[in-house]
């Protein structure tokens, strides 16, 4: 489940479906490629995340693999300047 602040920022680019798939397959229209790992016990406890995703120079950290598409779908958004 995302925040209602994450959810608000997507809105703000048109992005009302925040399902785990509608956002991987949102992200992978925007960028051709990422890793997203999940972390082991203990990044995770250290890191305070769950997943990790990395693309271009880039790393977001998440509690959910959801969260972690959000998160990089939002920074590809906002450097393009995309609205809808």
Same mark, same amino acid.
């Given at each position: 489940?995302?925040?209602?602040?994450?959810?608000?920022?997507?809105?703000?680019?048109? #992005?009302?479906? @925040?399902?785990?798939?509608?956002?991987?397959?949102?992200?992978?229209?925007? +960028?051709?490629?990422?890793?997203? +790992?999940?972390? /082991?016990?203990?990044?995770? &406890?250290?890191?305070? @995340? &769950?997943?990790?995703?990395?693309?271009?120079?880039?790393?977001?950290? $998440?509690?959910?693999? /959801?969260?972690?598409?959000?998160?990089?779908?939002? $920074? #590809?958004?906002?450097?393009?300047?995309?609205?809808?």
């Amino acid at each position: 489940m995302l925040t209602e602040t994450l959810q608000s920022q997507l809105a703000h680019y048109g #992005i009302t479906d @925040c399902s785990e798939v509608a956002l991987r397959e949102s992200l992978e229209a925007h +960028i051709p490629t990422y890793t997203l +790992i999940k972390l /082991a016990h203990w990044p995770a &406890r250290r890191w305070k @995340c &769950r997943y990790r995703l990395m693309m271009g120079d880039g790393m977001y950290d $998440a509690q959910s693999a /959801a969260e972690a598409y959000a998160r990089a779908l939002l $920074a #590809i958004l906002t450097k393009q300047g995309t609205t809808t």
